[in-house]
């Protein structure tokens, strides 16, 4: 097929030696099968941020870090090279957090390399070699959605104990090859110690794939895999071999509300008298 422009560069530096077919064309890139000496890879062009429908959400960029200082105070202002940079940053983050999670043994494609916006990683693959199919496009038999559901969430904590939250986990960004769940597409991945939002989309992650996977086990839909792994994390108790129970025991504790309403009548009369005029002020003392 025809070589599209931005994979040109890498066609003419060697990196690529044949565009074979476009994958997918989604909201926030475009992705290719390339063929890198005798090995198939992806190749994933990131749209410019006007061209993406996917917002660049204060809520995800909560947290994370630049080491360079010069960078990171340009980040902060509305200037051309400020919003250059912090483009570059989110860009920066799915490779960053690719790397990190593979490292943590994460089911997630494997990096190749990052190019003028232009990410070079494994091909993932079903049985018979072909480009993995994504989880909303298979049928599962109960077993399986019980084994793959077990599977996403062993990643989900290993990306926590990673300091990772994927942020818009959901059957579109999961594929399937031959043994079991990749987890894929991690540019707004939330930094978990940083983020004041990540327990919220941690939970709403987890959920996404209990409603998924409780449609072929009804079973799952009972369970509270979100709530349970955050609370873990919060007491310091998470691991990545950590074993879970999908069950979670909220706080029965019953609110006294006389007494709150009494707290709040003793401040409310403090505030008032502390506001009062004192008598030398109302005789103009």
């Keep these: 097929m025809k070589v599209p422009k931005r994979l ?16 997918m064309s989604g909201k926030e890139a475009q992705v290719y099968v390339v063929r890198c000496g005798d090995d198939l ?14 917002k660049q959400a204060v809520q995800y960029q909560e947290g994370r870090k630049t080491r360079n200082s010069r960078r990171a105070r340009a980040m902060s202002k509305k200037t051309r090279y400020g919003q250059q940079e912090q483009e570059q ?7 960053d957090a690719l790397y990190r999670l593979a490292s943590a043994g994460v089911r997630v494609p494997q990096p190749c390399g990052f190019v003028n916006g232009v990410l070079l990683m494994e091909l993932v693959s079903d049985g018979e070699g072909y480009a993995a199919p994504r989880l909303d496009d298979v049928t599962l038999s109960a077993e399986q959605a ?37 987890i894929i597409d991690l540019p707004q991945a939330v930094d978990a110690s940083g983020n004041n939002s990540a327990a919220m989309m941690l939970e709403r992650d987890v959920d996404n794939m209990r409603a998924y996977f409780g449609r072929f086990a009804p079973e799952l839909l009972k369970t509270e895999y979100g709530k349970e792994i955050w609370a873990l994390y919060e007491a310091g ?32 009369e403090e505030q008032a008298e502390r506001m009062a005029p004192t008598w030398d002020e109302l005789n103009g003392d």
Aim: hydrophobic residues 45%.
């Design 8 to 23: 040109q560069p890498l066609v003419d530096d060697g990196m690529i030696d044949e565009v074979i077919a476009q994958l």
């Design 41 to 54: 890879r992806c190749a994933k062009i990131f749209k410019e941020a006007r061209q993406r429908s996917f």
């Design 89 to 95: 940053a989110w860009l920066n983050a799915e490779v």
């Design 146 to 182: 019980r084994d793959y559901h077990g599977l996403v969430m062993a990643d989900v904590v290993r990306m926590l104990c990673a300091g990772l939250v994927h942020g818009d986990l959901s059957e579109f960004n999961v594929l399937v090859d031959r043994h079991g769940p990749v």
């Design 237 to 268: 108790e998470l691991h990545p071999d950590s074993s879970l129970t999908g069950h979670f025991e909220h706080d029965a504790t019953s609110v006294d509300v006389g007494n709150l309403m009494a707290v709040i009548d003793d401040v409310r």
